[in-house]
Every structure is written in structure tokens, then in C-alpha cells.
T-cell receptor, first 116, second 114 residues
């Protein structure tokens, strides 16, 4: 099956620093990747849609200057949380749609971000 | 009113029980309905996918969609301890490509006791 990886799986950082999270499709090409965040006992909330070679589309209420997304290739998208604050602590999950597939997103294992 | 409502549980059942999980939604434009299973500290994995109203069966799992009532269900027969996880319903207006945005419920935490 299609495999999506994320790195790192867990990161702890100080307030004010920037953190980069990578999302890779290991065995397929993905023209579209999505970034979600998930708070404890809450839904996955879509943050942005990332398309290879173009700017990401952000959902309402998500600060694009704070959450920088770069979809540099058909197998890699990165999310950078800039000037992180404790309220940014969350579980960040990416998903990817394989080229040619219509009805399924494959999710990564998630990255746990803790900002001290 | 939230777009998708799902009772977070927790739900605890004995092994072999039939489990019923449900979601309601408010946006009648949703066309695609999914159930995902998420183990602790892992990403969701797709269990069932249904387009529009109707039933779909896959092994021990049955998904039902009633668009007139804006209500979807997932039934698990002969539940096993390995089914213990959080079950998330998700819905989409469109399929495919960058328009395939999913709206999730909160998830229901299920524990199947041996």
C-alpha cells in the first residue's frame, strides 16, 4: 500500500524557535498533500492544501506566515512552524493523494510538537 | 452547530460484541463519507468509503449512509481486542485532487475487552 512518512515523529522546542516537519510519500508520487493539526480529544483540522510547484492554499483562520508550507517535489512537503509558541503545541499530520487516485488520502504517522 | 458531530465516547465492549458508531452532519452537500481508524499516536487509516446513501460491507465492517437524515454509521461485527482504537468519521464535498478536503468528526475511542 501507499506509505507516507513524517519526520521527526516528536519534537520539543523552546518558545520563539522555528520547527520544520517533513512529509514524504515513500512509494508514490503525490501532486497534492494536506496538512492537519489535531488537539487532544478534538477533530483533525485541515490547515492547508499543498500542491507541488505552487503556493499552498490555507484554510480560514490559519496564518500562512506562521505555518510555512513548501511542496518542493512530488514526494516531499514541509511544514515550518515559525516563532513557535506553547499554543502551537499539537499533533501535526500530513496526508497525500497518489497521482491518479481519486478517493483516498494516505496519512502519515504524525508529528508531536511540544513548545516550552 | 458543528459541521460533523460524533460522540467521543469512550465506548467499552466485550470481545465478540457488535459495535455501532455514528456521526451526524449539517451540510447536505457532503457526497463522500469515510470511516478512519486511528491507533494511539498514529495517523488515520481508511476503513470504509461510501459515496452518497446506502450500505457497504467489507468483512466485519458495514458502513451505512442516510443522507435524508444526515446520519452515517459504522458497524463492527464480532469485535476483537485489535479493533481497539479511535474511529473517525470524515466527509467531503468532492473527490480527487486538491478539492478532496475532509471534514472530520472528533472520533470515538473504542476499547474491546478480551
Amino acid at each position: 500500500g501507499a506509505v507516507v512518512s513524517q519526520h521527526p515523529s516528536r519534537v520539543i522546542c523552546k518558545s520563539g524557535t522555528s520547527v520544520k516537519i517533513e512529509c514524504r510519500s515513500l512509494d508514490f508520487q503525490a501532486t497534492t498533500m494536506f496538512w492537519y493539526r489535531q488537539f487532544p480529544k478534538k477533530s483533525l483540522m485541515l490547515m492547508a492544501t499543498s500542491n507541488e510547484g505552487s503556493k499552498a492554499t490555507y484554510e480560514q483562520g490559519v496564518e500562512k506566515d506562521k505555518f510555512l508550507i513548501n511542496h518542493a517535489s512530488l514526494t516531499l512537503s514541509t511544514l515550518t512552524v515559525t516563532s513557535a509558541h506553547p499554543e502551537d503545541s499539537s499533533f501535526y499530520i500530513c496526508s497525500a493523494i497518489p497521482r491518479g487516485v481519486v478517493n483516498e488520502q494516505f496519512f502519515g504517522p504524525g508529528t508531536r510538537l511540544t513548545v516550552l | 452547530q458543528k459541521e460533523v458531530e460524533q460522540d467521543p465516547g469512550p465506548l467499552s465492549v466485550p470481545e465478540g460484541a457488535i459495535v455501532s458508531l455514528n456521526c451526524t452532519y449539517s451540510n447536505s452537500a457532503f457526497q463522500y463519507f469515510m470511516w478512519y481508524r486511528q491507533y494511539s499516536r498514529k495517523g488515520p487509516e481508511l476503513l470504509m468509503y461510501t459515496y452518497s446513501s446506502g450500505n457497504k460491507e467489507d468483512g466485519r465492517f458495514t458502513a451505512q449512509v442516510d443522507k435524508s437524515s444526515k446520519y452515517i454509521s459504522l458497524f463492527i461485527r464480532d469485535s476483537q481486542p485489535s479493533d481497539s482504537a479511535t474511529y473517525l468519521c470524515a466527509m467531503s464535498l468532492n473527490s480527487g485532487g486538491s478539492n478532496y478536503k475532509l471534514t472530520f468528526g472528533k472520533g470515538t475511542l473504542l476499547t474491546v475487552n478480551p
